[in-house]
């Protein structure tokens, strides 16, 4: 039951909000009292394999759900991939959490291009380590290219595939893919390199509901599901009412401070109906620009290592490149599922999935339109990626056999697009400019003081990278200074 | 021209189960073909050499009622009558291809289902269960 007046209000459960509230339980007293809403249902572990699903209705929790309910598109435009649920994108995400390169945070600086973003690298790194900590990410401590930490990884590095190990060997550019699946069986089951990871079956892969179950079940939190956020109510320039829809009754919870972590497509819907438009707001949705690759080697495996996908490259992941067009990250994956085995007999094993990521940078061409009508779903227009990101893909995937060179490469087939990265990103950044942005490097609305921003949302680009380590590691850099810590 | 004919009747994936159709040809009968191709695509990937005896014959067996109840399937399987090298010269680029993706299929639902492991042993590659999907990756070298 959601009653009376809260000390902390927090919208959502994915890594946003989640890893901010973990941190603020940290500093609240005892008798604090804090309201999570979410809008999806709680599925446990086991009812998602059943259900084959990572979501449910939270009216009809037999009934699996996907993202394309939340939002709409228009006709032949890409689709956008999310979970609303218990958890959020921490159910779903496959656990692929390299940081962020140093300079994807200074592109205006150093490259003349997009936006720099309001923090650091090095003012995020101690909260990358904490991040890394509490999800329980495996990683190779020793070899860290230009991804400078001060603390190891909690766990391991998997080990590669042949491919990817052989490549290790002679090319300082390759890396181990840092992963939030256990690869000793420390903190959750070991990851049997099952490939599918979106339903880990052995749970191994860091969820919020088997790795923040402290914070889920702190008896200062009352959490609502099938909550369903629609605005926030302000006063004098303050958030103080969150107005949601539950069971098809509208409500409003009150709270000194607000969270707000609905994901990228609903942060702005939110923001938008709460009278807090702003020229950027919803404006720049983004998300990396992908492609996979078969690419197939005399000898070596690229279905042998540890888990899904074992290493990355990353060669054309920063450099003066960056003026003309995108960076990109290469991903060595470590299966099968998209091209089969080889034919040829004593190679059957010798094909590896290359995923090839070019980041992207907000455009005023791609937006989220919210109607005027509050039950009606945001409607997403992203014409295209644009030709920053266009071209970095191309070089990429041209420069891929130089990659192999040396090492036996046999063919590398025609790329097929990855219709989408499941990465919403841009739709509230964060910047030093109100004019230009929505929330400043603590997170906090650049108008209204006692709302926070949360998750992808707020990332001012797009780099090549997954994000979700930095939404996390972000966060609690926010909540730590939202209590004069840090 | 009917020759073209021919192959695009097989590639398109009708002919054989069109044919059995036609000719009143009980579903066994077909099953049988699949069967037969099925152990023809192993046996030439593979190699007879490298598998034990009986082991593509027993893939396929429980193998083909997966492709039987499947059109899309069931008509690539079809089109893998141009296996035959006879045909396999004379076929477009994008009919290679599509066979080279069956095949593919098969045979990697062949080595999960079998005791290859991806390690050289020496070992004759025996069928030990119908395994499309494996929970854990049999090949990965987890430490
Ligand atoms: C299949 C898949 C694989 C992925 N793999 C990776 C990966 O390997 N690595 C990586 O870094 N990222 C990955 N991602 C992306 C990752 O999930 C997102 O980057 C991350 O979840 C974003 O965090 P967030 O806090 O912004 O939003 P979310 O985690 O999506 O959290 C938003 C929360 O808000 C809730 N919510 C939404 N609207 C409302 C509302 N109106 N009212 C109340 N609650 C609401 C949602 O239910 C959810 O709990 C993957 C995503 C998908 C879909």
Redesign the pocket.
């Known amino acids: 039951m959601i009653r009376g007046s809260y000390d902390l209000v927090v919208?959502?459960?994915?890594?946003?909000?989640l890893f901010y509230l973990r941190e603020c339980l940290g500093h609240l007293p005892r008798t604090a009292r804090v309201a999570l809403?979410?809008?999806?249902a709680y599925l446990p572990h086991a009812r998602q394999l059943a259900l084959r699903s990572n979501?449910a209705d939270p009216e009809d929790p037999d009934r699996p759900t996907s993202?394309d309910r939340?939002y709409r598109r228009l006709e032949g435009e890409k689709p956008w991939?999310?979970?609303?649920?218990?958890?959020?994108?921490?159910l779903?995400?496959?656990?692929?959490?390299p940081r962020l390169h140093p300079s994807d945070f200074g592109m205006r600086r150093l490259y003349g291009r997009g936006e720099d973003w309001p923090i650091s690298y090095d003012d995020l790194e101690p909260h990358y380590c904490a991040a890394e900590e509490i999800i329980g990410i495996a990683g190779d401590s020793d070899r860290v290219g230009p991804f400078r930490r001060s603390r190891p990884y909690p766990l391991p590095a998997f080990r590669g595939s042949g491919i990817d190990m052989a490549l290790r060997e002679r090319d300082p550019m390759q890396l181990a893919l840092p992963a939030?699946r256990d690869s000793i069986g420390a903190l959750r089951a070991q990851c049997c390199a099952h490939g599918e990871?979106?339903l880990c079956p052995q749970d191994a892969k860091f969820t919020a509901l088997n790795g923040l179950p402290a914070v889920l079940e702190d008896a200062r939190i009352s959490i609502l599901t099938g909550?369903?956020?629609?605005a926030l109510e302000l006063e004098a320039g303050h958030a103080r009412r969150v107005v949601?829809e539950r069971r098809g009754r509208r409500q409003t919870v009150s709270g000194d401070h607000v969270v707000l972590?609905?994901?990228?497509?609903?942060?702005p819907?939110?923001l938008q109906r709460s009278g807090l438009g702003h020229p950027e707001l919803g404006r720049g949705i983004a998300e990396q620009m992908g492609a996979n690759v078969e690419v197939q080697l005399a000898a070596h495996s690229g279905v042998d290592g540890g888990t899904a996908a074992t290493g990355q490259n990353i060669r054309l992941l920063d450099g003066a490149h960056r003026r003309a067009h995108a960076a990109a990250a290469y991903y060595f994956d470590n299966r099968w599922k998209h091209h089969g085995l080889r034919l040829e007999r004593g190679r059957h094993l010798n094909t590896l999935n290359l995923m090839v990521i070019a980041e992207a940078l907000r455009s005023e061409r791609n937006f989220v339109e919210v109607p005027e009508d509050w039950d009606a779903l945001p409607v997403i227009h992203h014409a295209t990626h644009g030709a920053y990101a266009e071209d970095g893909l191309r070089a990429a995937l041209r420069a891929v056999p130089e990659i192999f060179a040396g090492l036996g490469l046999e063919r590398v087939s025609e790329p097929v697009a990855r219709p989408s990265e499941?990465?919403?990103?841009c739709t509230t950044p964060a910047g030093t400019d109100p004019g230009r942005s929505i929330v400043d490097g603590d997170l906090l609305h650049h108008r209204v003081r006692n709302l926070s921003v949360?998750?992808?949302?707020v990332f001012p680009t797009a780099p090549a990278?997954?994000?979700?380590?930095?939404?996390a590691a972000w966060s609690l850099r926010a909540a730590r200074r939202l209590f004069g810590a840090g | 021209m009917g020759r073209t004919t021919r192959r695009s009747f097989l590639t398109n994936g009708i002919g054989l189960v069109a044919a059995a159709a036609a000719a009143g040809v009980a579903g066994r009968y077909a099953l049988t073909d699949i069967e037969a191709i099925l152990e023809a695509i192993v046996r030439h990937h593979v190699g007879d050499d490298a598998l034990a005896r009986g082991a593509a014959a027993a893939f396929a067996r429980d193998y083909a009622p997966m492709t039987a109840s499947n059109w899309k399937l069931r008509s690539a399987v079809a089109s893998g009558l141009y296996l035959l090298p006879l045909f396999r010269g004379a076929l477009p680029a994008g009919d290679l291809a599509r066979i080279e993706r069956y095949d593919r299929r098969v045979v990697t639902d062949f080595l999960l289902s079998s005791s290859y492991d991806g390690r050289e042993s020496g070992d004759p590659i025996d069928y030990l269960a119908l395994e499309t999907a494996p929970l854990c990756n049999p090949f990965a070298r987890l430490r």
């Open positions: 919208v959502g459960s994915g890594f946003g909000s809403l979410e809008r999806g979501s993202a939340y991939n999310f979970t609303i649920g218990l958890g959020g994108g921490t779903c995400w496959w656990g692929q959490a939030a990871c979106r909550a369903n956020v629609l949601f972590g609905a994901n990228a497509i609903c942060n819907a939110i499941a990465h919403v990103q949360v998750g992808t949302s990278g997954n994000p979700s380590l930095t939404a």
